[in-house]
């Protein structure tokens, strides 16, 4: 029944639960982006934190302008 209806009363229907999920996930990224800035706050090689980081960014980046691919099972 319901994919026989139009695409605007869809999504009518569906934003509650697309609005309680987007919040529970903004919710999670901020608490856990507090506890990363906590935790580098309060270690005692920051910019190795984030050298380390910007390392892993650009292995990122690399990788993926070069098409590398994971295995998959």
């Known amino acids: ?15 509650p ?3 309680i999920g987007g919040g529970i996930v903004i919710g999670a990224l901020i608490l856990l982006g507090r506890a990363l800035a906590h935790s580098v706050r309060e270690s005692g090689h920051q910019r ?23 295995p998959r099972e």
């Open 48 to 70: 190795l934190i984030f050298a380390g980081f910007a390392a892993l960014v650009g292995v990122v980046a690399v990788l993926t302008y070069l098409g590398v691919e994971l």
């Open 1 to 15: 029944m319901l994919a026989a209806t139009p695409l605007w009363q869809r999504l009518i229907v569906l934003l």
């Open 17 to 19: 639960a697309l609005l």
